[in-house]
Each structure stands twice: as C-alpha cells, then as structure tokens.
C-alpha cells in the first residue's frame, strides 16, 4: 500500500520564479492537505483540498494556489517567489469520513525548497 | 482556534529507559483529535498516536502511550524502553471534529537517545 508521495524532494528556485508541487495521496484517501515548515517550526497549514475544490485556507497569501485532480492528486503553486518561502513543503491525504473525531492525517517526506 | 504548546525544546533519555514528552492545548471545540507525529531528519512527519476527545481511555500504540487528561488540557506522549532510533522531532497536534480537518502543530520536541 503506497504511502502520501511528493516530488520533487528538492527544488532550488530564485526570487520571483514560480513553482508547483506534486503529491499523491494514499490509496484510499481523497483528501489533501498542504503544510509549511519553517526551520525550527512546527508545520503552518496552507490549505486543503476536497472534491476537487480548496475548502479551508491557512494564513497564507494568494500566491499560494493549488488544485486536485479528479484521481485525488494535489499540486501547490507558489508565485512570484520571496526568500521568506524557503521551506519544507507537506503534503498529508486523509479520508473525509475515516470516523474519528478530527481525523487522522498521513504525510509524504515533502518537498524541500530553497528560494535564493 | 487551536493552540498547541510543547515547552520541552529537547530532551535526553538513556537507551531502555521510558521518557515522557510534555504537550498542553487550547481550544474552544467540544470534539477533537489529539495526536503526536515523529519528525525524524529526513523530514517524514510519520503518524504515533491518535486520542479522541470523548475517549475514555488513553491511548496506546506499541512503546507509545498518550497521557489524555482533559480537565487540564494536556496531552503527554509516553515513549516506553527508548531506542536509538527513537531518536527525532516530535510534534503534538490537534484537529477540530467534522471534514475541515486543519490540523495545528506544536513547535516540537528534539528527543536525543543516548546509548
């Protein structure tokens, strides 16, 4: 059974550039969530997507953007890069109705990027 | 909205013996969903534990235990017979109940096994 996976695992980009991140959720699951993870952080919750559709966002500005795509699959758009985005970027999956209270989240390794 | 707060920074254990991660919340929902992930250095936030909030008994999954006490609002994470891979970050967090499942970190935990 294949776990949450990311790609890339490394991305170097520089100011102003933009980018998109990929994630795949486990089997099974059809929701998707995007964190951030400054150094020495705890991770920030970007947004999440449900049907397709973003259903919660984070503190983050509108140059963060994703998408899922109808097998469940995510991508996170950032554009116009700043420093301040160098971060370990999470993706975890869920299922909507696993039948816990708040639900349980499972993450990829992430993908680490550094904006010079 | 949710607070998480782990005051430990880092923490030693000796290999074999038990050591416990402290975590408290705050939150002004009536159902939700604790956890603790394990960070290690390659950045895989790897799922521990799970507690409900209306569980009557704590959790445990393995070496792992979750201290629940919901009056006081705290969370410990329990790690029986340390190992040199338990070696890690450890993250305690929290989910409000329903689909909107944003889930709030702590800052974390460095844990150091010694052998």
């Known amino acids: 059974d294949a776990g949450v996976t990311q790609s890339p695992t490394h991305l170097i980009k520089t100011r102003g550039q933009q980018v998109t991140l990929r994630c795949s959720p486990k089997?099974?699951?059809?929701?998707v969530s995007w964190y951030q993870q400054a150094l020495g952080q705890g991770p920030q919750f970007i947004f999440q997507?449900?049907?397709?559709?973003?259903?919660q966002r984070g503190n983050f500005p509108d140059r963060f953007s994703g998408h899922q795509f109808p097998n469940y699959s995510s991508e996170l758009n950032v554009n116009a890069l700043l420093l301040g985005d160098s971060a370990l970027y999470l993706c975890?999956?869920?299922?909507?109705?696993?039948?816990?209270?708040?639900?349980?989240?499972?993450f990829g390794a992430g993908t680490r990027l550094s904006v010079l | 909205a949710q607070k998480i707060t782990q005051t430990q920074p880092g923490m030693f254990v000796q290999e074999k013996e038990a050591v416990t991660l402290d975590c408290t919340y705050d939150?002004?929902?009536?159902?939700?969903?604790l956890f603790w992930y394990k960070q290690p250095s390659s950045g895989e936030m790897i799922f521990l534990i799970y507690?409900?909030?209306?569980?009557?008994q704590n959790a445990t999954e393995g070496r792992y235990s979750l201290n629940f006490q919901k009056a006081r609002k705290s969370a410990n994470l329990v790690i029986s017979a340390s190992q040199l891979g338990d070696s890690a970050m450890y993250f305690c967090?929290?989910?409000?109940?329903?689909?909107?499942?944003?889930?709030?970190f702590g800052i974390g935990t460095k844990l150091q096994v010694i052998p």
């Open positions: 975890a999956s869920s299922l909507e109705f696993g039948g816990r209270p708040g639900g349980i989240q499972y």
């Open positions: 997507y449900y049907e397709e559709e973003e259903r």
């Open positions: 967090a929290m989910s409000p109940s329903g689909g909107y499942q944003k889930v709030t």
């Open positions: 089997s099974g699951h059809d929701t």
């Open positions: 939150t002004s929902d009536p159902s939700y969903g």
């Open positions: 507690q409900g909030s209306y569980d009557q």
